[in-house]
């Protein structure tokens, strides 16, 4: 089965440059898709289709996917950006199937 | 606005039956997918199954495939994700979503709509 691998924790200091990486086989012929978690809340979706944003997230959440690793990158890390990051693949070939990360711990020293 | 409101926590015990909700409302319930993803607690997320309630015939993950019950009503707006034996392993939060994807394939590539989860806790 298709696996993604995410990095356990990444530590940043505010206001510095956060960036979580997501590697799978070929998974730039895929869709990345990132989700935040935090702690009793529902995943929110920060950027979809490799690097697209949602409205609403802020402009310092941007992604990119470069082979195989697709990178959520945090610019301007705040506090409030402290939280678990999931990575998630998509491919229309294998549909329907939807594959996450294992999750990265983002902790704002 | 766009809502998903999942059913409350429940406590069962391994062996019995449970069936939990997802009501959508604020969009066309029939013309999107409901899906259903597990987290375990300190783990990641797990794609469980999906359906799309305009023609009530779900998908499942092979994980997950002939232990789980994904249905909908659309005549209720409702989802549901239903077992017929509850073992310790489902302890777990479980969240429905949905999507607004546009790209034009029948399946959506991520979900931007979650429900607020629902605890299920499997202890005898």
């Known amino acids: 089965s298709y696996e993604l691998t995410q990095p356990p924790s990444v530590s940043v200091s505010p206001g510095q440059t956060a960036s979580i990486s997501c590697s799978g086989d070929k998974l730039g012929h895929k869709y990345a898709s990132w989700y935040q978690l935090k702690p009793g809340q529902s995943p929110i979706l920060v950027i979809y289709q490799d690097n697209r944003r949602p409205s609403g997230i802020p402009e310092r959440f941007s992604g990119s996917t470069s082979g195989n690793t697709a990178t959520l990158t945090i610019s301007g890390t705040q506090a409030i950006d402290e939280a678990d990051y999931f990575c998630q693949a998509w491919d229309s070939s294998t549909a329907p199937d939807w594959v996450f990360g294992g999750g990265t711990k983002l902790t704002v020293l | 606005e766009v809502r998903l409101a999942q059913s409350g926590a429940q406590v069962k015990k391994p062996g019995e039956s449970l069936k939990i909700s997802c009501e959508g409302s604020?969009?066309?319930?029939?013309?999107?997918?409901i899906a259903w993803v597990r987290q375990i607690p300190g783990k990641g997320l797990q794609w469980m199954g999906i359906?799309?309630?305009?023609?009530?015939?779900?998908r499942y993950s092979p994980s997950f495939q002939g232990h789980v019950t994904i249905s909908a009503d659309r005549s209720i707006s409702t989802a549901y994700l239903q077992w017929l034996s509850l073992e310790a392993s489902d302890t777990a939060i479980y969240y429905c979503?949905?999507?607004?994807?546009?790209?034009?394939?029948?399946?959506?590539?991520?979900?931007?709509?979650w429900g607020q989860g629902t605890l299920v806790t499997v202890s005898s």
């Open positions: 979503a949905t999507s607004n994807d546009t790209s034009g394939y029948y399946y959506p590539s991520y979900f931007d709509y």
């Open positions: 604020g969009y066309s319930f029939t013309s999107h997918c």
């Open positions: 359906v799309y309630p305009g023609d009530s015939n779900p």
